[in-house]
Nanobody
Framework: QVQLVESGGGLVQPGGSLRLSCAAS????????MGWYRQTPGKQRELVAA???????NYADSVKGRFTISRDNARNTVYLQMNSLKPEDTAVYYC?????????????WGQGTQVTVSS
């Protein structure tokens, strides 16, 4: 079993920045892809960004050029740097792992962290 613990969400004004972190409980983290997904009420959970064990990345078109995903395998941690935030980025953000691909989610999810972009 892998446990994922997210942190870093909060309230930010449009145009601002936040950095999300996700710490995994197991060293097998280094062989899996890691991803960030988000969900708003009434909508399906959607991919925001994902990164493979080798560093290949995949971004949703809506966040390209604004968000950056990175990972620190020594710390079993993945990050999502979010810049130029927009109100439409408001959502619960979930960390995900459990697969080696960066296009589909794995089996393990974090508890989610709320990001609210509002003036």
């Amino acid at each position: 079993q892998v446990q994922l613990v997210e942190s870093g969400g909060g309230l930010v004004q449009p145009g601002g920045s936040l950095r999300l972190s996700c710490a995994a409980s197991r060293s097998l983290f280094s062989i899996y892809a890691m991803g960030w997904y988000r969900q708003t009420p009434g909508k399906q959970r959607e991919l925001v960004a994902a990164i493979s064990s080798g560093g290949r990345t995949n971004y949703a078109d809506s966040v390209k050029g604004r968000f950056t995903i990175s990972r620190d395998n020594a710390r079993n941690t993945v990050y999502l740097q979010m810049n130029s935030l927009k109100p439409e980025d408001t959502a619960v953000y979930y960390c995900n792992t459990g697969r080696t691909t960066i296009s589909t989610p794995g089996s393990y999810w974090g508890q989610g962290t709320q990001v609210t972009v509002s003036s």
